[in-house]
């Protein structure tokens, strides 16, 4: 029986005596992801084990593949959690997604490389630091009166500042990180993000995420709610083009989260291929259709 690693990290794994690292506000997605895969992996012969990524590499031993999972502070310890792949990697263990993979989808950088592929794109500012006249100067440029900016390694929207033209901060501010600046697109809060989950490049399921009220992050963190979508086909083309997009074969996994435009079109926010969360809720085959491609792969 082959055995899969599921690596999480301090803050998504189950409470153990005497943890003093309390468990994130979203951890109850960890434990969805879980239950979802544990049967069906058993019904393929596949054996689950849980892991955080920064366990000692001995630990590792008689895994045969890992699965990025929960890792959800990576990217606050970016160079050694690809340390950590490599040495996975190194010792014959496959893992999905690969570390070649992360290190193109680490920094949000990529999405240039994706619109000269011609994705369709949110219109963005990559700048090494953020002032608020960084701030006003994006505002001008993108006709808007208010900017999101993120940070280039990120995750979550942990960090994330949404700045507007009448309430700037000092002048002193910064935002601290090599940061994307975009426009607020008020999309986010009218139709809602989709994600588009794929498996082995195939089209497993849609969410529609829209943010609590008085927000605009669509995370559960913040509060916000996700319905189950059923896509036209104009819309899983769009997101399928995106996948044709990526610079190597379709990986294990992946979530294109997409953003209409003005132009009815729509606009990738992120592809997401380290550790993002696939929603099993909504897509109640997601457990048998990750046995089915794993099993393939061990």
Same mark, same amino acid.
């Given at each position: 029986?082959?055995?899969? !690693?599921?690596?999480? &990290?301090?803050?998504?794994?189950? @409470?153990?005596?005497?943890?003093?690292?309390?468990?994130?506000?979203?951890?109850?997605?960890?434990?969805?992801? *879980?239950? /979802?895969?544990?049967?069906?992996?058993?019904? @393929?012969?596949?054996?689950?084990?849980? /892991?955080?990524?920064?366990? %000692?590499?001995?630990?590792?031993?008689?895994?045969?593949?890992?699965?990025?999972?929960?890792?959800?502070?990576?990217?606050?310890?970016?160079?050694?959690?690809?340390?950590?792949?490599?040495?996975?990697?190194?010792?014959?263990?496959?893992?999905?997604?690969?570390?070649?993979?992360?290190?193109?989808?680490?920094?949000?950088?990529?999405?240039?490389?994706?619109?000269?592929?011609?994705? @369709?794109?949110? %219109?963005?500012?990559?700048?090494?630091?953020?002032?608020?006249?960084?701030?006003?100067? /994006?505002?001008?440029?993108?006709? &808007?009166?208010?900017?999101?900016?993120?940070? @280039?390694?990120?995750?979550?929207?942990? !960090?994330?500042?949404?700045?507007?033209?009448?309430?700037?901060?000092?002048?002193?501010?910064?935002?601290?990180?090599?940061?994307?600046?975009?426009?607020?697109?008020?999309?986010?809060?009218?139709?809602?993000?989709?994600?588009?989950?794929?498996?082995? !490049?195939?089209?497993?399921?849609?969410?529609?995420?829209?943010?609590?009220?008085?927000?605009?992050? *669509?995370?559960?963190?913040?509060?916000?709610?996700?319905?189950?979508?059923?896509?036209?086909?104009?819309?899983?083309?769009?997101?399928?083009?995106?996948? +044709?997009?990526?610079?190597?074969?379709?990986?294990?996994?992946?979530?294109?989260?997409?953003?209409?435009?003005?132009?009815?079109?729509?606009?990738?926010?992120?592809?997401?291929? *380290?550790?993002?969360?696939?929603?099993?809720?909504?897509?109640?085959?997601?457990?048998? &259709?990750?046995?089915? +491609?794993?099993?393939?792969?061990?």
């Amino acid at each position: 029986m082959a055995t899969i !690693g599921f690596l999480a &990290c301090e803050s998504t794994l189950p @409470q153990t005596d005497g943890q003093t690292v309390e468990r994130r506000g979203d951890a109850f997605e960890h434990d969805l992801m *879980i239950a /979802a895969l544990e049967p069906a992996f058993k019904a @393929q012969g596949l054996s689950l084990r849980v /892991a955080d990524w920064e366990a %000692p590499i001995e630990q590792f031993a008689g895994i045969d593949l890992v699965m990025l999972g929960t890792a959800w502070d990576y990217q606050d310890k970016a160079p050694a959690f690809l340390a950590k792949l490599d040495a996975l990697q190194a010792r014959g263990i496959t893992v999905c997604n690969s570390a070649e993979i992360v290190r193109w989808n680490v920094t949000k950088t990529y999405l240039r490389e994706l619109a000269r592929r011609g994705a @369709q794109t949110i %219109p963005t500012q990559w700048l090494d630091d953020v002032t608020a006249a960084d701030a006003l100067a /994006a505002m001008d440029a993108f006709e &808007c009166d208010q900017v999101v900016i993120k940070r @280039q390694i990120g995750a979550g929207a942990l !960090g994330q500042e949404l700045l507007n033209r009448d309430s700037l901060p000092p002048s002193d501010w910064r935002f601290g990180h090599a940061a994307m600046v975009q426009p607020f697109l008020s999309a986010i809060a009218e139709e809602g993000e989709l994600s588009f989950v794929f498996i082995d !490049g195939e089209l497993s399921h849609v969410v529609r995420k829209r943010p609590a009220k008085g927000d605009y992050r *669509i995370q559960s963190l913040y509060g916000g709610l996700e319905n189950t979508h059923t896509p036209t086909a104009e819309e899983a083309a769009e997101a399928k083009a995106i996948i +044709a997009a990526l610079p190597f074969d379709p990986p294990l996994y992946a979530r294109i989260d997409m953003l209409r435009g003005s132009d009815d079109l729509l606009m990738v926010m992120e592809a997401e291929m *380290i550790e993002p969360y696939l929603y099993p809720e909504q897509g109640p085959e997601l457990g048998e &259709c990750l046995a089915r +491609a794993i099993a393939k792969r061990v």
